[in-house]
T-cell receptor, first 114, second 112 residues
Framework: EAGVTQFPSHSVIEKGQTVTLRCDPI?????LYWYRRVMGKEIKFLLH????????ESGMPNNRFLAERTGGTYSTLKVQPAELEDSGVYFC????????????FGPGTRLTVT | LAKTTQPISMDSYEGQEVNITCSHN???????ITWYQQFPSQGPRFIIQ???TKVTNEVASLFIPADRKSSTLSLPRVSLSDTAVYYC?????????????FGGGTRLMVKP
């Protein structure tokens, strides 16, 4: 069984540019989550999809972040325009069940905004 | 969501048993206790989950006392490859949402 994959593994962009991160969950996992760790801080939840619907986006920092999951398969997280404080590692995770279920994490995308 | 408190770091030697305790005084009735492991440059990886008493799998045991205000992750006979950050998470109660709330974790260093 293939794990959660994320692309790219590393992205370096300038302030004001746009970046799109992609996450491919494990096949058959309806639940998809985005998290991020900014420098020196803890891993923080961003949002949760159930299939193509946003179940909880309470962790999204502001409207420069847009997440989509068209068709309930892969998901993208777009940052537009990127700011310096957006630098960090963005993790995607997926799970089969909605509650009390193991979440499988991808390796993360390291975003550096200069 | 319940807040967790765990030691910032621990040192051990190969072959020893390591016990990492986590405090979660305001755990809710429906909350589960879950532990994740994270290596550098990787995403967190599920280790074990429990609700009460004791849970054991092929890599660890989880001890939860009756009041559920704390839990202890036990790693038997650690090796150098167990050097990682270990996170204790509490949640998934029916009203708690599905996100994972990570704290600072415990950085375990296993020495030869």
């Amino acid at each position: 069984e293939a794990g959660v994959t994320q692309f790219p593994s590393h992205s370096v962009i300038e302030k004001g540019q746009t970046v799109t991160l992609r996450c491919d969950p494990i096949s058959g996992h309806d639940n998809l989550y985005w998290y991020r760790r900014v420098m020196g801080k803890e891993i923080k939840f961003l949002l949760h999809f159930v299939k193509e619907s946003k179940q909880d986006e309470s962790g999204m920092p502001n409207n420069r972040f847009l997440a989509e999951r068209t068709g309930g398969t892969y998901s993208t997280l777009k940052v537009q325009p990127a700011e310096l404080e957006d630098s960090g590692v963005y993790f995607c995770a997926s799970s089969r069940l909605r509650t009390a279920d193991e979440q499988y994490f991808g390796p993360g995308t390291r975003l550096t905004v200069t | 969501l319940a807040k967790t408190t765990q030691p910032i770091s621990m040192d051990s030697y190969e072959g020893q048993e390591v016990n990492i305790t986590c405090s979660h005084n305001n755990i809710a009735t429906n909350d589960y206790i879950t532990w994740y492991q994270q290596f550098p440059s990787q995403g967190p990886r599920f280790i074990i989950q429990g609700y009460k008493t004791k849970v054991t799998n092929e890599v660890a045991s989880l001890f939860i006392p009756a009041d559920r205000k704390s839990s202890t992750l036990s790693l038997p006979r650690v090796s150098l490859s167990d050097t990682a950050v270990y996170y204790c998470l509490v949640g998934w109660g029916s009203n708690a949402g599905n996100m994972l709330t990570f704290g600072g974790g415990t950085r375990l260093m296993v020495k030869p």
